[in-house]
């Protein structure tokens, strides 16, 4: 865990210290992509269960927050449809954004309990068309969420430092997950049903419980969104973001929780790049510039590249971090040195064996 909040620590610092605003903005929205990476692995990387969903409880909470704090005089007009409550008051910024994050959580629930009830397959093909269920009654919805239009007027307050917070105790509530006994027997579930069943484990509220887990801190990425960007659209939260997301995970690896910083790290890198080609790039007297729609080619191809040649992705399932472990190899006359044990730092698998002493 200190291994990968650490760097994104001195990220920030460096980045506020040193970099132009446009870097400071572009740390920021790299750190709300990993809450939302992260949200996803919580799920996905610990029951191997591929959700195409989870935007949907993003923009439940963006939209949550958006009626909570955004334009109180323009609310009666342009969103009728509201509840009184919400639509004559303006509420403050922190429990708006912890009712909007709980009230993803409690949607992540309700459809868990009908969509962890599937097969794997059958539970992927649901998150999607929950996804789809959201986004068709969101854009017709116009009473209350202004339809396929943009709410503006939010208060911008996802500033880098803010945002890192949120993303260290997004990698702080995974691992915490993933070394409990819930994470452990979901992973068993992940790797063989019939025999984590045989065990007394159950899938069922297993992946409920990370399911609902997942939706919090999805949410939560979704409220930094919507107070990065100050507008709300429908359109955000749909398949491009979605896809995004996935191919972070895809890249970096699902079944780490290392994974899924790398990930976000190599494609925002590669999405800043691809950008600014395809804007437009001055070499001497030449202007050369990347066709539109570059971008998601080269993503896409490097996605099949990363499927095809390392499909657990660049961690290959490993997490960073530091622990003691015995180097039999090296110290073979380990019984004249005493009982010290070497320490060593480096990639560790949660699901490797416990190697242990005599």
Same mark, same amino acid.
């Given at each position: 865990? @200190?291994?990968?909040?650490?760097?994104?620590?001195?990220?920030?610092?460096?980045?506020?210290?040193?970099?132009?605003?446009?870097?400071?903005?572009?740390?920021? =929205?790299?750190?709300?992509? &990993?809450?939302?990476?992260?949200?996803?692995?919580?799920?996905?990387?610990?029951?191997?269960?591929?959700?195409?969903?989870?935007?949907?409880?993003?923009?439940?909470?963006?939209?949550?927050?958006?009626? #909570?704090?955004? *334009?109180?005089? &323009?609310?009666?007009?342009?969103?009728?449809?509201?509840?009184? !409550?919400?639509?004559?008051?303006?509420?403050?910024?922190?429990? +708006?954004?912890?009712?909007?994050?709980?009230?993803?959580?409690?949607?992540?629930?309700?459809?868990?309990?009908?969509?962890?009830?599937?097969?794997?397959?059958?539970?992927?093909?649901?998150?999607?068309?929950?996804?789809?269920?959201?986004?068709?009654?969101?854009?017709?919805?116009?009473?209350?969420?202004?339809?396929?239009?943009?709410?503006?007027?939010?208060?911008?307050?996802?500033?880098?430092?803010?945002?890192?917070?949120?993303?260290? +105790?997004?990698?702080?509530?995974?691992? &915490?997950?993933?070394?409990?006994?819930?994470?452990?027997?979901?992973?068993?579930?992940?790797?063989?049903?019939? +025999?984590?069943?045989? *065990?007394?484990?159950?899938?069922?509220?297993?992946? &409920?419980?990370?399911?609902?887990?997942?939706?919090?801190?999805?949410?939560?990425?979704?409220?930094?969104?919507?107070?990065?960007?100050?507008?709300?659209?429908?359109?955000?939260?749909? @398949?491009?973001?979605?896809?995004?997301?996935?191919?972070?995970?895809?890249?970096?690896?699902?079944?780490?929780?290392?994974?899924?910083?790398?990930?976000?790290?190599?494609?925002?890198?590669?999405?800043?790049?691809?950008?600014?080609?395809?804007?437009?790039?001055?070499?001497?007297?030449?202007?050369?510039?990347?066709?539109?729609?570059?971008? =998601?080619?080269?993503?896409?191809?490097?996605?099949?590249?990363?499927?095809?040649?390392?499909?657990?992705?660049?961690?290959?399932?490993?997490? !960073? #971090?530091?622990?003691?472990?015995?180097?039999?190899?090296? !110290? #073979?006359?380990?019984?004249?040195?005493?009982?010290?044990?070497? #320490?060593?730092?480096?990639?560790?698998?949660?699901?490797?064996?416990?190697?242990?002493?005599?």
């Amino acid at each position: 865990m @200190l291994a990968l909040s650490v760097p994104l620590l001195l990220l920030v610092f460096l980045a506020g210290q040193f970099a132009s605003a446009g870097v400071q903005r572009l740390v920021t =929205e790299a750190l709300i992509r &990993l809450v939302f990476a992260v949200g996803l692995y919580i799920f996905v990387g610990n029951s191997g269960v591929v959700s195409f969903g989870h935007m949907a409880f993003a923009a439940i909470a963006a939209y949550a927050t958006a009626w #909570q704090t955004c *334009c109180q005089m &323009l609310k009666p007009i342009t969103m009728s449809g509201l509840p009184a !409550f919400l639509r004559d008051n303006t509420f403050p910024l922190l429990p +708006a954004a912890i009712s909007s994050v709980a009230l993803a959580g409690l949607v992540a629930f309700l459809s868990g309990l009908i969509l962890m009830r599937l097969s794997a397959l059958g539970a992927s093909i649901s998150s999607l068309a929950l996804l789809f269920i959201l986004n068709v009654v969101y854009s017709n919805w116009e009473s209350v969420t202004m339809g396929t239009s943009t709410i503006v007027g939010l208060p911008i307050y996802s500033r880098p430092w803010i945002v890192l917070g949120c993303a260290i +105790a997004a990698i702080v509530v995974a691992y &915490l997950f993933q070394v409990s006994r819930w994470g452990l027997a979901l992973r068993a579930t992940r790797e063989d049903e019939v +025999a984590a069943a045989a *065990c007394g484990i159950s899938l069922y509220w297993t992946r &409920l419980f990370a399911f609902t887990v997942s939706g919090l801190v999805a949410g939560m990425g979704g409220v930094l969104l919507a107070h990065f960007m100050g507008t709300v659209s429908i359109t955000s939260f749909y @398949l491009s973001l979605t896809f995004l997301i996935v191919a972070m995970l895809v890249v970096g690896g699902m079944r780490s929780l290392a994974g899924a910083v790398v990930g976000v790290t190599v494609i925002s890198l590669v999405i800043d790049i691809l950008r600014r080609a395809e804007a437009g790039l001055s070499i001497g007297s030449m202007q050369l510039s990347l066709p539109p729609g570059t971008q =998601e080619l080269i993503l896409a191809g490097i996605m099949l590249l990363i499927l095809i040649f390392r499909k657990d992705g660049i961690m290959g399932g490993r997490e !960073f #971090q530091w622990r003691t472990l015995p180097d039999q190899a090296i !110290f #073979q006359g380990e019984s004249s040195m005493g009982n010290q044990r070497p #320490q060593r730092s480096g990639f560790v698998s949660l699901d490797e064996p416990t190697v242990k002493r005599s």
